[in-house]
C-alpha cells in the first residue's frame, strides 16, 4: 500500500497544472466587472494613462471606422488624442462575461456622447463591443483584444446634417 | 504492487475528462477554416439557407449599423433579405483563430462588395470582424456570435455623395 501510495502520488503529481481550467469562476468575473468599470471611468475622467492598466502590451484595438491600433502604448496615444479634442460620458452594458482559465471574453452595449472641447454640439453613438480578455501572470485581467460597432443607421452620404 | 495499481487506476481513472481542454488542435483550426469558406461561399452565392449549417441555434449576430439579430433563424431571414436586394463578393482575411476545447474565437479583416440587383453603382466596405465559436455536440464548429465593423471612415451628415 506504501508503494502504491507513492505509485499513485507519482502518476496524480501534475494533475492539478493539467487538469481542467476554471470556467466563469466567481473572482475572474469580479475582477472582469472592475476591469470594465475602470475602462468607463478613465474614458470619462479623459485618463488616457489608465488605459495602461487596462490593456495586454500586445492588445489590439479595432474601433469603428478608425484604422487598427496595434500596442498598448498606442491604444494609450490615440486616447490621448481623443480626450485632448473631446469631453466623454460612457455607458457599459455588459450583455455576457465568460472565462475559461487565462482567457475570456466580454460582450455588450455601450452608450457614448461626445462633447467636442472647442464647442458645438454634443454626438451620441451607441452600439455593441467585443473585447477578448486575458489573466496575466499577475493575476490581473486585462483587454487583449477589441472590437465596437453601432446600431445607429449609417449616415448616408449627402444626407443633411440633423 | 497490484493494489497500488488499482489504486492509481481509481484515482486517475476520471483524468481524461477533467484534463486540459486541447488548445488550438490542428483538426479544429482545419475545421473552422472551412466554416469560413463556407461563409464567404454562402454571401456569394446569395445562398442564406446555409447560414443553418454555420450558426448555433441560439447565435447573435451584430451586424454594424443594424439591431442585433438573435437566433439562427433571424440570421437566416436577414440573409434571405439582404440577398433579395443585393448581389455580394466577400473576401475574408483571417489575422488569429483560436481554440480551447469547444469553444474559440476568429478574427481578421473582410472586404465586401454590394451590387444592388435593381441597378445603381456597387458599395465597397472593408473593415473587420470577430466571431465567438462553438464545437456542438456532432463536432461540427459553428458560430455562436458576430460582430463586425469598418475601416474605413464614416460619411459625414452632409457630405457630398461620392
Redesign the interface.
Known amino acids: ?1 506504501a ?6 502520488h507519482a ?2 503529481a501534475g ?1 492539478p497544472e ?4 476554471e470556467v466563469n469562476a466567481p473572482a475572474d468575473i469580479a475582477a472582469i466587472n472592475a476591469l470594465r468599470d475602470g475602462f468607463a471611468k478613465a474614458y470619462e475622467a479623459g485618463d488616457a494613462a489608465a488605459f495602461a492598466n487596462l490593456y495586454t502590451p500586445d492588445a489590439i484595438s ?7 491600433v496595434t500596442g498598448r502604448d498606442a491604444v494609450i496615444e490615440m486616447h490621448k488624442n481623443t480626450f485632448s479634442q473631446f469631453a466623454m460620458k460612457l455607458e457599459i452594458m455588459p450583455d ?1 462575461t465568460r472565462t ?2 487565462n ?1 475570456g ?1 466580454d ?1 455588450g452595449r455601450y452608450r457614448m456622447t461626445v462633447t467636442p472641447k472647442a464647442g458645438g454640439p454634443a454626438i451620441t453613438n451607441e452600439g ?3 473585447v ?1 480578455l486575458e489573466k496575466g501572470d499577475d493575476g490581473a485581467w486585462r483587454v487583449s ?1 477589441d ?16
Do not use: K, W
Not at 508503494?3 to 499513485?8: E, K, S, Y
Not at 493539467?18 to 481550467?21: G, Q, V
Open positions: 500500500v508503494l502504491g501510495a507513492v505509485l499513485l502518476a496524480c494533475a493539467t487538469s481542467a481550467p479595432q474601433p469603428n471606422h478608425e484604422p487598427t455576457e475559461m482559465g482567457t471574453f460582450r455593441r463591443y467585443t477578448m483584444r472590437i465596437d460597432n453601432s446600431t445607429m443607421p449609417m449616415p448616408a452620404p449627402g444626407a443633411a446634417p440633423q
